[in-house]
T-cell receptor, first 115, second 115 residues
Framework: DAGVIQSPRHEVTEMGQEVTLRCKPI?????LFWYRQTMMRGLELLIY????????DSGMPEDRFSAKMPNASFSTLKIQPSEPRDSAVYFC?????????????FGQGTRLTVV | AQKVTQAQTEISVVEKEDVTLDCVYE???????LFWYKQPPSGELVFLIR??????QNEISGRYSWNFQKSTSSFNFTITASQVVDSAVYFC????????????FGKGTHLIIQP
């Protein structure tokens, strides 16, 4: 079974540009999470979805960040406009609520650099 | 509020030595899950183990073992006969099980195994 797939793996963009990160969760998983990893703050939960519905976006840093999940197999995290302090590794993860076991399986991450 | 503390920022040992990574957690819930993840230099996050709060049995998987002690709120990870391939950042994480609301991660321990 394919794991969580994220694209792109690396993204370099100029300040002010729009950036879209993409994620395909593991088939059959009904929870999807977006995390951000920085040296200063470590791994932080940004937002999560259950059955394509956003449940908790309290970790989204500001209005420049938005996330969508139009269907069970695809989610996007968008930053508009991007700023240098958004540079980080962004991870998508998925898990199955049906099993009652909350371990999350992570994609390989997208390393975002905003210059 | 939940919190995970990994006091060891970096550990360096020589190959074949045993090494223990410490994890201390805080939660007000009586039902919760604890996890360890490995992040090798390639950057992905690899799930290693999950324990629930009702199961304090230690677990061994090959050279890896985990010691869960509720009395001290600790979930320590030991690698026996370390190998260079064990070099990675290791994260301890906590989930309060009533809702699959994402993981709270520690800051990670960077483990360096020298040949």
């Amino acid at each position: 079974d394919a794991g969580v797939i994220q694209s792109p793996r690396h993204e370099v963009t100029e300040m002010g540009q729009e950036v879209t990160l993409r994620c395909k969760p593991i088939s059959g998983h009904d929870y999807l999470f977006w995390y951000r990893q920085t040296m200063m703050r470590g791994l932080e939960l940004l937002i999560y979805f259950n059955n394509n519905v956003p449940i908790d976006d309290s970790g989204m840093p500001e209005d420049r960040f938005s996330a969508k999940m139009p269907n069970a197999s695809f989610s996007t995290l968008k930053i508009q406009p991007s700023e240098p302090r958004d540079s980080a590794v962004y991870f998508c993860a998925s898990s199955s609520g049906l099993t009652g076991l909350p371990e999350a399986f992570f994609g390989q991450g997208t390393r975002l650099t905003v210059v | 509020a939940q919190k995970v503390t990994q006091a060891q920022t970096e550990i360096s040992v020589v190959e074949k030595e045993d090494v223990t990574l410490d994890c201390v957690y805080e939660t007000r819930d009586t039902t919760y899950y604890l996890f360890w993840y490995k992040q090798p230099p390639s950057g992905e996050l690899v799930f290693l183990i999950r324990r629930n709060s009702f199961d304090e049995q230690n677990e061994i998987s090959g050279r890896y073992s985990w010691n869960f002690q509720k009395s001290t709120s600790s979930f320590n990870f030991t690698i026996t006969a370390s190998q260079v391939v064990d070099s990675a950042v290791y994260f301890c994480a906590l989930s309060e099980a009533k809702v699959a609301d994402g993981l709270t991660f520690g800051k990670g321990t960077h483990l360096i195994i020298q040949p």
